[in-house]
């Protein structure tokens, strides 16, 4: 008896770990090589620099004044289900980079303001891992809600009409 207890308790406690971790997916998998398809006054390459560990890669990401780098109708393009979105940025300099940020374009296949969320943010000096949260967001209008269920598109924006570079080393979605 003591025997089925033990097994019993051990299998419900699996059950509850495994149901406690955090279900992801990746939305840009930059070690495998994977790299954004919409840009506008931006490079972007894969590279070596400023990664984890050795063996791994980064997005270097280089923009020349005010523009976006991101995916048009994403592979992943349902973000349903999810409630964060998450990035590792590393800014090489020892200033702040300002006036960037990350835009989602909801369902509908418009770039007004009640279909884009913008989100703004700084990126300070040296790595940083970034959450967005995604539930409960209204759009760029103030009172339509944030639609993921089928994202048009996504990016990186540079707002100013600024030289900066910074390095992506993921990108992805978290329950």
């Not at 994202?151 to 990108?171: E, G, L, P, R, T």
Request: aromatic share 12%; charged share 25%.
């Amino acid at each position: 008896m003591k025997k089925f207890c033990f097994s019993a308790i051990a299998g419900i406690l699996m059950f509850l770990a495994a149901g406690a971790a955090a279900k992801s997916t990746m939305i840009l998998n930059v070690n495998k090589g994977e790299l954004p398809d919409d840009s506008n006054e931006c490079n972007v390459s894969l590279t070596e620099e400023n990664v984890a560990k050795e063996g791994e890669f980064s997005m270097k990401v280089e923009f020349n004044k005010a523009g976006w780098l991101g995916m048009f109708k994403p592979k992943k393009g349902s973000w349903s289900g999810f409630k964060k979105l998450k990035f590792i940025i590393v800014n090489p300099t020892d200033s702040v980079i300002k006036d960037v940020g990350f835009c989602v374009k909801g369902a509908k296949m418009t770039n007004t303001s009640e279909n884009r969320k913008d989100f703004k943010f700084e990126i300070p000096a040296g790595k940083k891992e970034f959450t967005l949260n995604l539930v409960g967001e209204v759009c760029n209008d103030g009172k339509s809600p944030l639609d993921i269920s089928q994202v048009y598109i996504w990016n990186f924006d540079n707002y100013a009409d600024q030289k900066v570079s910074f390095y992506v080393q993921k990108v992805w979605l978290e329950d």
